[in-house]
C-alpha cells in the first residue's frame, strides 16, 4: 500500500485496527435533521471522542473548526433531496482539487446496487477511486437503500459490499444485519464498518449489534442518529467507544451508559 494511503488510514483507523465515525451528512440530501439543526452545536461534546467525521464540504467549512485535529471524511456524493423522484440518482459533488484543499483523510461516496441508477452510482465510485488513488486519499463507499430499508438482508449487503471492494473502495460501510453478517465479511476483501440506521428504541439495542458486529468482524462503525439524537450523546459516545475499543460487552457498555449519564 502507498505511503500517502496508509497513512491516511492509520489516522482514522486506531493501533488497535478499530475506528469509531461520527456522521453528521445527513443533511446532504434529508435538510435540517432532528438533533442537526446546528451541527456546530451537535459536535460540540462528541468530536473529540470521534476517530473520524463524517461530513460534507459545506458543513465542514461552515461548522468544523479548522484546527480540530479529528480527521475529515468528506462526503462527495449527492445531488438528491428526500422530496425528489429519486435518492439514487446521485453524482460526485466535489473536484479532487477541493478534497485536497480541505485536507481529507478520506471520501466517502454511496453505491445504490439494484436501482435504476446502479450503473451511474458504480461508475461514480469508480472515477472516484481513479481520481483519489494518485494522491493517496482513501475512499469509503457507502452501500446505500435509500428509503428502501427493507433492502439491507445479508444477500443484498454481501453483493454490494463485495462490488464496492471490487472497484476499488478501500473502506466498505454497510448495514448491521442479524442473519449471516459474518458472511458480508467474509466476503468483503477491504475493512468494513458498521451503518446506524434510525433511532432505536434503547441503549442496548445499539450496544448489541453494535458488538455482535465487532465480533464478527467489522473494524467499527459510523453512528450518527443513535448517538447525536439520544439525549446523552457524550455518554453514547463513550459507551460505544467501550465497545469498540476495549472489546466491552452490551451490558458493560450500558452500565457505562448509566454511569456517564447520571455523573
Ligand atoms: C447516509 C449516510 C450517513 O452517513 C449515515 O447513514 C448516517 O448515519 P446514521 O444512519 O447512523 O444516522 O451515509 O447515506
Known amino acids: 500500500m502507498d505511503w500517502g494511503i496508509e497513512n491516511r ?9 478499530r475506528c469509531q465515525f461520527l456522521p453528521i451528512d445527513h443533511g446532504y440530501f434529508q435538510g435540517p435533521t432532528s438533533c442537526l439543526e446546528d451541527p456546530s452545536e451537535t459536535i460540540k461534546g462528541l468530536l473529540a471522542y470521534a476517530d473520524g467525521l463524517f461530513v460534507t464540504r459545506g458543513v465542514l467549512r461552515a461548522s468544523v473548526p479548522p484546527n480540530s485535529p479529528t480527521p475529515i471524511i ?37 453505491i445504490f446496487v439494484g436501482s435504476d441508477y446502479e450503473k451511474q452510482t458504480l461508475t461514480n465510485l469508480s472515477n472516484l477511486v481513479s481520481e483519489c488513488e494518485p494522491y493517496g486519499i482513501p475512499v469509503m463507499a457507502v452501500t446505500a437503500v435509500g428509503k428502501e430499508l427493507e433492502k439491507r438482508t445479508a444477500r443484498y449487503l454481501s453483493l454490494s459490499c463485495r462490488i464496492a471492494a471490487e472497484l476499488g473502495a478501500r473502506i466498505v460501510k454497510t448495514y448491521y444485519s442479524t442473519e449471516d453478517f459474518d458472511k458480508v465479511i467474509e466476503g468483503c476483501p477491504v475493512p468494513v464498518v458498521i451503518a446506524g440506521g434510525p433511532k432505536c428504541e434503547t441503549e442496548l439495542e445499539v450496544f448489541e449489534f453494535v458488538y455482535d458486529g465487532i465480533q464478527k468482524g467489522a473494524i467499527g462503525v459510523n453512528l450518527g442518529r443513535n448517538v447525536w439524537q439520544n439525549p446523552h450523546p457524550v455518554a453514547m459516545m463513550r459507551a460505544l467507544h467501550a465497545v469498540i475499543h476495549n472489546n466491552a460487552t452490551p451490558k458493560e457498555a450500558q452500565g457505562l451508559f448509566e454511569e456517564l449519564r447520571n455523573s
Not at 9 to 17: A, K, M
Not at 92 to 102: F, G, P, V
Open 9 to 17: 488510514l492509520s489516522r482514522l483507523i486506531r493501533e488497535d485496527g
Open 74 to 110: 468528506l462526503r462527495v456524493s449527492g445531488g438528491t433531496s428526500i422530496i425528489g423522484a429519486d435518492l439514487a440518482n446521485e453524482t460526485i459533488t466535489t473536484s479532487i482539487d477541493e478534497i485536497i484543499r480541505l485536507n481529507a483523510a478520506a471520501v466517502g461516496i454511496s
